[in-house]
């Protein structure tokens, strides 16, 4: 991996020790003598420059790749996530998945670095404590789980997401269906549809599309986390908010992003031209996008996820960072569900012989 002068506003101003950021303090904390101090931004610290999506994709300055610190980085040989780390960090598993096959791995190219973070704002104590909760809400997980799914694997992690901006344009047209009833001479009702073609016009702006970038937490759990705070609580990236903490390199490049919110966007047009044909139903619906003003950010935002083995197979639990979400997997017991279904056959069967 290409390396950059570390940058020694991580270190404490009264003893030196490498400070550590820590959301409840929203400040880099000293864990040996406890000295608190600000993670300096940039110059320009209310910023969070978008970046023009075109002149991107054809090809990215190097000044705008690598992480700003130096950071060491490695590939799970289990679920292939690509961990960034302080470089003094020695680790032995794998944040997402347990596996201890960590392979140590140079760059051929820096990946493109973000030019926000959203910061930890929920501390790790509340975490667990909502994480107990939630296991204890669930009725149809098995009764062990809890205790199977220790959380001191709780993990703090940023992981990558790309947000796209774009204005769309986008004229449409249709066939609107009328329905109308008509009787036959045996007196016989039917129910009938009358097409009208109808056309439009919808005009949108579309503001942080979310795309992740992630490959080690399961693609369901990234969509549940949404939403996030990007739109309020961005600020310039800082390498100093990562100090101590496990990033997540991106996997899904910014074409493959791009591509994804364009499809994201266009579903959307979607919903919002059929809200505009009038009528009881629709066929035909033809749309002619057109995208422009296209910008995008690559963001880092945080996730505190826990990952255990029941069985033979993983399970993840992720909480949003910033806003406390959770949303996870666990294992259904088949004993009570089947409990279930015998109960409510038994109600059935004793509603049908009170018929008879």
């Given at each position: 991996m290409s390396e950059v002068t570390a940058l020694t506003k991580f270190s404490c101003p009264a003893c030196g020790a490498e400070a550590v950021w820590t959301p409840s303090k929203h400040a880099l904390v000293c864990p040996y003598c406890g000295t608190e101090s600000p993670a300096e931004l940039k110059a320009d610290g209310s910023l969070v420059e978008e970046n023009d999506l075109v002149t991107a994709l054809r090809s990215l300055p190097d000044e705008q790749r690598g992480w700003a610190a130096e950071r060491k980085t490695v590939r799970c040989q289990s679920c292939q996530a690509i961990s960034v780390f302080d470089e003094k960090r020695v680790a032995q598993r794998c944040d997402f998945c347990g596996s201890p096959s960590l392979l140590s791995m140079e760059d051929i190219q820096a990946p493109i670095r973000p030019g926000s973070v959203l910061p930890f704002k929920v501390a790790e104590s509340k975490v667990r404590e909502e994480i107990r909760r939630w296991y204890g809400s669930h009725f149809w997980a098995k009764s062990d789980v809890g205790d199977k799914a220790l959380t001191d694997t709780l993990h703090g992690l940023y992981v990558p997401y790309w947000t796209f901006d774009a204005h769309a344009e986008c004229p449409w047209d249709a066939q609107a269906g009328y329905y109308y009833t008509t009787t036959d001479s045996q007196g016989r009702t039917q129910q009938e549809v009358r097409w009208e073609f109808v056309s439009g016009h919808v005009s949108h702006d579309f503001d942080d599309v979310l795309v992740p970038a992630s490959k080690g937490i399961h693609p369901g759990l990234l969509e549940g986390l949404a939403p996030f705070p990007t739109t309020t609580d961005l600020v310039p990236y800082d390498a100093g908010y990562l100090s101590g903490w496990v990033v997540e390199q991106y996997q899904i490049d910014l074409v493959q992003a791009a591509e994804?919110?364009?499809?994201?966007?266009?579903?959307?047009?979607?919903?919002?031209?059929?809200?505009?044909?009038?009528?009881?139903?629709?066929?035909?619906?033809?749309?002619?996008?057109a995208f422009s003003e296209q910008t995008f950010k690559h963001t880092l935002l945080p996730v505190w996820l826990l990952?255990?083995?029941?069985?033979?197979?993983?399970?993840?639990?992720?909480?949003?960072?910033?806003?406390?979400?959770?949303?996870?997997?666990?294992?259904?017991?088949?004993?009570?569900?089947?409990i279930?279904?015998?109960?409510?056959?038994?109600?059935?069967?004793?509603?049908?012989?009170?018929?008879?």
């Open positions: 994804d919110s364009r499809e994201r966007m266009t579903q959307r047009l979607r919903d919002l031209c059929i809200q505009q044909i009038p009528g009881n139903t629709h066929r035909g619906l033809r749309m002619e996008p990952s255990y083995t029941y069985g033979t197979k993983t399970y993840q639990v992720a909480v949003n960072g910033a806003t406390g979400k959770i949303t996870g997997e666990y294992p259904l017991s088949w004993v009570k569900i089947g279930a279904i015998l109960i409510g056959l038994l109600i059935i069967l004793i509603f049908m012989a009170s018929k008879n």
